[in-house]
């Protein structure tokens, strides 16, 4: 099925440690991004791309990194977890930032760093 | 302070109610996009508005760009209706999305 594929959708992080967060969509859209979900805020942006080989800091991007290799794969990378991460993370891709067409979002990955 | 102001945040009403959900934002917009969260996470757009009015189904979504001020409203509401509904707003100075934080609808049957 065309889409936004996250994985894992849930993950328990001791602080300290390192993961990486895969998204992947197969709809050769150029605009991939990761989004931060909080309680009583909306979703913040931590890092965007435009392109293959292009990225940006977004809102948020402390203690993430992220690359593009490939115009189907943008993987998000915490380098040390602390339990200010602890959040839900959503990718979303499309031919444009501007939300024309809309934005397709995965599904999510509920992250807990204890 | 989130630029993007969504009234009110939680919302119960009973199957079949009226329901409207307000936005307001603080400058000039190219777009404003309506978006629908399921309880299971997944998130979905809805509509996207520059003026007027649209229509889908049993939601209608419109946008005063006056009074920075866009409605969803959901007519008949049913249980399934259940969700958060995310506003997002595209300024004139940027490219990018900026997000409210979501109204929790729950429709009770």
Known sequence: ?114 | KNEVEQSPQNLTAQEGEFITINCSYSVGISALHWLQQHPGGGIVSLFMLSSGKKKHGRLIATINIQEKHSSLHITASHPRDSAVYICAVRYTSGSRLTFGEGTQLTVNP
């Open chain 1, 1 to 114: 099925n065309a889409g936004v594929t996250q994985t894992p959708k849930f993950q328990v992080l001791k602080t300290g440690q390192s993961m990486t967060l895969q998204c992947a969509q197969d709809m050769n859209h150029e605009y991939m991004s990761w989004y931060r979900q909080d309680p009583g805020m909306g979703l913040r942006l931590i890092h965007y791309s435009v392109g293959a080989g292009i990225t940006d800091q977004g809102e948020v991007p402390n203690g993430y990194n992220v690359s593009r290799s490939t115009t189907e794969d943008f993987p998000l990378r915490l380098l040390s977890a602390a339990p200010s991460q602890t959040s839900v993370y959503f990718c979303a891709s499309s031919y444009s930032m501007t939300g024309y067409p809309p934005y397709t979002f995965g599904s999510g990955t509920r992250l807990t760093v204890v």
